[in-house]
């Protein structure tokens, strides 16, 4: 047990799939894994552990934003000896060829800051997906036929940005879409010579304003667990 999971020794596997919902940790483990098992719950912070096509894998959710992902995400890594983080969660599109349902692979992550930043000081360290994985995911989603665009995100501080200076910077520099966890998942898992993967489902776009009705947002999500899950498992 660590200060924020509650799982005991041997019931994290080595491959964790990190989606920010915790409630989406627990649809994801009921869908997807074979006798799934609660293993976390510790401040509402869901954690499942099961079995996919005969591989253990743990879903476990980070929270929003990357100080809520560095906790979770050092403490599997360091306490019980993950291997593989893979981060599934939703983005808002910031190129008009990314569409509403499209799936994205961060290659690499631009960040304003991130929790590690005072680790690199001045160096703007550019933190970039396992190529392995990223490879794996790429062709698990050319099999499955889904919308899938592969090269660099943004990953924010803020939900409610107001910056729209910065988003045309980032657009015009071909950033495809942003969300808030990636950079730092990146960051550690350069640091700690673990897997990383960030697979994420556009849900908006701020461009067009278009946005996934709540309503189909879980069953949209379904093809980047798929992805995520052959990429760990090829």
């Given at each position: 047990m660590t200060i924020h999971i509650g799982a005991k020794p041997g019931e994290i596997a080595p491959t964790v799939l990190m989606p920010g919902d915790p409630y989406r940790a627990r649809w994801a483990?009921?869908?997807?894994?074979?006798?799934?098992?609660?293993?976390?719950?510790?401040?509402?912070?869901?954690?499942?552990?099961?079995?996919?096509r005969g591989n253990p894998v743990t879903i476990h959710g980070s929270g929003m934003?990357?100080?809520?992902?560095?906790?979770?995400?050092?403490?599997?890594?360091?306490?019980?000896?993950?291997?593989?983080?893979?981060r599934v969660g939703s983005a808002g599109a910031m190129q008009p060829q990314v569409k509403i349902r499209d799936v994205v692979l961060a290659m690499a992550a631009t960040s304003l800051t991130s929790p590690?930043?005072?680790?690199?000081?001045?160096?703007?360290?550019?933190?970039?997906?396992?190529?392995?994985?990223?490879?794996?995911?790429?062709?698990?989603?050319?099999?499955?036929?889904?919308g899938m665009h592969v090269g660099n995100i943004y990953s924010s501080d803020v939900f409610y940005d107001e910056r729209p200076d910065l988003n045309e910077i980032m657009t015009r520099h071909g950033v495809l879409c942003v969300e808030m966890e990636t950079a730092e998942l990146y960051h550690l898992c350069a640091r700690h010579g673990v897997r990383g993967l960030a697979v994420l489902t556009i849900s908006?776009?701020?461009?067009?304003?278009?946005?996934?009705?709540?309503?189909?947002?879980q069953s949209s999500f379904g093809a980047m667990i798929e992805i995520a899950l052959r990429a760990a498992f090829p």
């Open positions: 483990a009921e869908t997807f894994l074979d006798s799934p098992v609660c293993v976390n719950e510790v401040r509402g912070m869901l954690g499942y552990t099961g079995t996919w934003g990357m100080p809520s992902l560095s906790i979770y995400a050092n403490e599997l890594i360091r306490d019980y000896g993950v291997q593989t983080l893979i590690s930043r005072g680790i690199f000081r001045d160096l703007n360290f550019a933190p970039c997906a396992d190529f392995g994985l990223l490879a794996a995911a790429h062709r698990a989603a050319s099999e499955a036929g889904v908006d776009h701020l461009l067009t304003h278009e946005a996934l009705p709540a309503a189909d947002r």
